[in-house]
C-alpha cells in the first residue's frame, strides 16, 4: 500500500521560503503551518451546537507570508499553476474573489471585519493536504494564512487571539467562499495538538484534549480517499444544514443541542425525513460522548462499534454516504477493521478505519481489489498520526 506522505515540516518550509525569495526578491517574515483533519466521531453536528472529536493530520499547508509596501495583497500556490491572486486589502470581500484564492483573500477581509488592521503581503502557499479527499484542505489554507496575517500584524497569539482567527476562517469560508461549514475544520486546524484528539463543544466552543495515541496500542488509524467527488458548496451540505435550522425552529430551540426531551422532539416532527435527520443529531452527539468514554478507557473494540454505528446513521438518517464510501466501510470491516466510517461533509471524500496493525495490508489490499471490481478510479491511502495544530515552523 503506497500511503501520502505529509512530508517533512522543516525542508517543505525551507522549499516554501526559497520560492517565496524568488518570487519577491526578499525573505518572508515566516512559514506558518497548518494541518488538514479527520474526524473520529461527531458528524454534521458542529452547526447543531453538537459535541465532535477531530484529531489534526500530519499532512499540512505551509504559508510563507512576508510584507510588502503598499497595501496590495498576492497569494500564489504551488498546487495552482494559474497566475497568482492579487488584490487590494480594502478591496478584499464576498464576490470579489473566486476559486482556491477565496480562502486566503477570504480571512483577511475577515480579520478586516473584526477590525484588524492589515498591511500588505505576498503569501505564498505549499500544501501536503489532498484536496476534494475530505481532509479540510480549505481550512489548512485559510488557518495558516490566518497565523501569519496575525504575526504580520504584530498580534501575540494567544488561545483566545486563536479562537477569534477560528471565527474569521469561519466567515471567510462560508461567506467568501459560499461552502456555510460549521467550525469544528478550523478549531483543530488550530487547537490540535500531537497525540490527541480534540473534543469540542461546538455550543461554547469549549475544547478539550483527549489522549490518543493509536501506535502505542498496535493500531493504525486508515484513511482511504475514496477519490469521489467532494463538495461543500453544491447544495447537499446546506440542505442539511437547512433540515436542521428548520426542525430546531419547530421545536422552539436555537441549536437542536438544546432539545431537552428528545423522545417527545421526534414524536412531534411532521416531516419524515426532517425526523430523520433529527435522530442522526441526537444518537451522534451521545456517540461522542460514549466514545471518549471508551478512548479514555483503551477500549478500541467498543470504540470501533460506536465509529460503525455513526456510519450507519450517517448512511441511514442523515443520507450523506455514497456507494464508494459505504463500500471502503463495509470492505475494511470484513477484514479486520474494529469500526470504520465516512468523515467529514460526506457525498465522497475519505473513509476512516480503526485497524489493528497486523491487519492493515489486507485491509488496504482488499479496498483496492473492491475497487478494481467495481471499476472505479484507485483509492488514495494514507495513516493518521494525531499531529499538532497551526504554528510557526521558521
Ligand atoms: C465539513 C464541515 C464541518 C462539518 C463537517 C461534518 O467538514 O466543514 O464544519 O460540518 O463537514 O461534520
Known amino acids: 500500500m503506497d500511503t501520502l506522505d505529509p512530508g517533512d515540516p522543516t525542508s517543505i518550509s525551507r522549499s516554501v521560503t526559497a520560492w517565496f525569495e524568488r518570487l519577491h526578491g526578499r525573505s518572508a517574515l515566516g512559514v506558518f503551518a497548518a494541518p488538514g483533519r479527520v474526524n473520529l466521531i461527531g458528524e454534521h453536528v458542529d452547526y447543531n451546537g453538537g459535541l465532535c472529536l477531530p484529531m489534526a493530520l500530519p499532512h499540512a499547508t505551509y504559508a510563507a507570508v512576508g510584507r510588502r509596501a503598499g497595501d496590495t495583497v498576492t497569494v500564489a500556490s504551488r498546487q495552482q499553476h494559474d497566475t497568482p491572486f492579487t488584490g487590494r486589502v480594502a478591496e478584499l470581500g464576498p464576490g470579489s474573489v473566486t476559486g482556491w484564492a477565496a480562502y486566503a483573500a477570504g480571512v483577511l477581509w475577515a480579520l478586516r471585519e473584526d ?21 479540510s484542505s480549505s481550512a489548512a489554507i485559510e488557518c495558516s494564512v490566518a497565523l501569519g496575517a496575525a ?79 467532494h463538495s461543500l458548496s453544491d447544495g447537499g451540505y446546506e440542505s442539511r444544514r437547512r433540515d436542521c435550522e428548520t426542525a430546531a425552529a419547530e421545536l422552539g430551540v436555537d441549536l437542536l443541542r438544546d432539545v431537552v426531551d428528545q423522545d417527545s422532539a421526534l414524536a412531534s416532527l411532521g416531516d419524515e425525513r426532517v425526523r430523520r435527520r433529527v435522530r442522526h443529531v441526537f444518537t451522534e452527539i451521545e456517540r461522542v460522548r460514549r466514545a471518549v468514554d471508551e478512548l479514555e478507557a483503551d477500549d478500541f473494540e467498543t470504540l470501533g462499534a460506536t465509529m460503525t454505528a455513526s456510519h450507519v446513521s450517517l448512511r441511514d438518517d442523515y443520507q450523506v454516504s455514497c456507494a464508494e464510501l459505504d463500500e471502503v466501510v463495509d470492505t475494511a470491516l470484513r477484514h479486520g477493521a474494529l469500526g470504520a466510517r465516512m468523515t467529514g461533509g460526506g457525498f465522497g471524500g475519505s473513509a476512516i478505519a480503526l485497524v489493528p496493525d497486523d491487519r492493515l495490508q489486507e485491509v488496504a489490499a482488499a479496498v483496492q481489489q473492491a475497487y478494481s471490481e467495481r471499476g472505479w478510479e484507485a483509492p488514495g491511502f494514507l495513516t493518521a498520526l494525531p499531529s499538532a495544530g497551526a504554528r510557526r515552523l521558521a
Do not use: K, N, Y
Request: hydrophobic share 45%; proline share 4%; with cysteine.
Open 151 to 229: 504575526e504580520l500584524s504584530g498580534v501575540a497569539v494567544d488561545d483566545e487571539v486563536r479562537a477569534s482567527l477560528v471565527r474569521a476562517c469561519m466567515r471567510a469560508e462560508s461567506e467568501v467562499a459560499g461552502a456555510p461549514t460549521g467550525g469544528m475544520d478550523q478549531t483543530i486546524a488550530l487547537f490540535g495538538e500531537a497525540e490527541a484528539a480534540l473534543l469540542l463543544d461546538c455550543r461554547d466552543w469549549s475544547t478539550r484534549q483527549v489522549h490518543w495515541d493509536p501506535a502505542s496500542a498496535g493500531l493504525t488509524l486508515l484513511v482511504v480517499d475514496t477519490r469521489a467527488s
Open 115 to 135: 477590525g484588524w488592521d492589515l498591511p500588505g503581503m505576498d503569501i505564498t502557499v505549499d500544501s501536503r493536504v489532498p484536496v476534494g479527499a475530505g481532509l
